[in-house]
């Protein structure tokens, strides 16, 4: 099945300053990238998704980039502001009916001010 | 858009007693609803994947006899920790989809489990 590794498992940055999370799947049928954030005892939250068809995708400081030959996806924050601290999960998926995210581990990202 | 309703949001429950946990899917039908398990500071760990009128099919190492999952409608499934122990203790949340894509998966808002 699936496997997600994901790094760093901490980060931290001086707000304004840039935030890079890897992750890399086993997987090359999986064709559904999503990038969560999750605060202590929330559900997850989706910030950014990018599909197979695409390498790039950006909303606003927010963006992913998606390598499939090497089979790694990153997720990117730019100007990174102190309410971006929160866990950051990556996952991957067939996307198709019935198949489930499978998650990264996680990044607890901290923004100082 | 999509929203699944997931309760309760707490319970504490003595060792030895069973719990329930409840997803509804409000304004769409769940044809798949996947269950997750997470320790804290931990990832997701898929438990179970079920889908409406079939039994679920369990991950590795996830005791079926303990934690049944019934998914008898396409607006309903259940969780329920059976003789449940401290170790069961964890925060455990459901995610569904619809069977028509772009497929997209609505989290449940999680449940908090103390067995004490």
């Known amino acids: 099945g699936e496997n997600v590794e994901q790094h760093p498992s901490t980060l931290s940055v001086q707000e304004g300053d840039s935030a890079v999370i890897k992750c890399t799947y086993s997987?090359?049928?999986?064709?559904?990238f999503p990038w969560y954030k999750q605060e202590l005892g929330k559900r997850p939250q989706l910030i950014i998704d990018?599909?197979?068809?695409?390498g790039e995708k950006k909303d606003q400081r927010i963006a992913v980039t998606l390598n499939k030959t090497a089979k790694h996806f990153s997720l990117h924050i730019t100007e990174t502001q102190p309410e971006d601290s929160a866990v950051y999960f990556c996952?991957?998926?067939?996307?198709?009916?019935?198949?489930?995210?499978?998650f990264g581990k996680g990044t607890t990202l901290s923004v100082s001010s | 858009g999509a929203v699944v309703s997931q309760h309760p949001s707490r319970v504490i429950c003595k060792s030895g007693t069973s719990v329930k946990i409840e997803c509804r899917s409000l304004?769409?039908?769940?044809?798949?609803m996947f269950w997750y398990r997470q320790f804290p500071k931990k990832s997701l760990m898929l438990m179970a994947t079920?889908?409406?009128?079939?039994?679920?099919?369990?991950e590795q190492g996830v005791e079926k006899d303990k934690f049944l999952i019934n998914h008898a409608s396409l607006t309903l499934s259940t969780l329920t920790v059976t003789s449940a122990h401290p170790e069961d203790s964890s925060f455990y949340i459901c995610?569904?989809?619809?069977?028509?894509?772009?497929?997209?998966?609505?989290f449940g808002s999680g449940t908090r489990l103390t067995v004490v």
């Open positions: 996952a991957a998926s067939l996307n198709q009916a019935g198949t489930a995210l499978i």
């Open positions: 997987d090359s049928a999986s064709n559904y």
């Open positions: 990018i599909r197979s068809n695409v």
């Open positions: 079920s889908n409406e009128g079939s039994k679920a099919t369990y």
């Open positions: 995610s569904a989809s619809k069977g028509q894509g772009p497929y997209g998966y609505t």
């Open positions: 304004d769409f039908q769940a044809t798949t």
